[in-house]
């Protein structure tokens, strides 16, 4: 079951003996920070758990194309830049806890 954000607020408050206000604001602030980072097409690393690696996607133009049904001729629209957050999977080793195994399309093909 995913940890959700109350929880991940009030766990943050325990640990770090903050208020759950102040855990609030602190991982506020962290989504604020991750967020300009990957906008900026920056590597993030949290910790030693997981790296955020920005993809940039060109923009494209707008061209022909074909529609595979009908074979009409049809416009592409163009579409801007982008950038979006690629996360590589979690590396397991010493010490380090399973992320994610269960429930996963992968846990689900060995069942």
């Known amino acids: 079951m995913p940890l959700t954000q109350t929880q991940l607020v009030n766990a943050v408050a325990e ?3 903050l208020t759950r206000a102040e855990a609030r ?3 506020a602030a962290l ?3 991750l967020l300009a980072e990957i906008g900026n097409a920056q590597k993030v690393r949290i910790g ?3 790296q955020l690696t920005p993809r940039v996607k060109p923009a494209t133009k707008k061209r022909q194309g074909r529609n595979p049904a009908t074979g009409e001729e049809i416009t592409i629209a163009a579409k801007p830049a982008s950038v979006e957050p690629s996360r590589p999977p979690a590396r397991q080793g010493e010490g380090r ?5 269960e429930g996963t399309a992968a846990s689900r093909r060995m069942s």
């Open 48 to 50: 030693g758990l997981v």
């Open 25 to 27: 604001r602190a991982l």
């Open 15 to 17: 640990r770090a003996e």
């Open 31 to 33: 989504d604020e920070v």
């Open 97 to 101: 806890a399973s992320i994610g195994a």
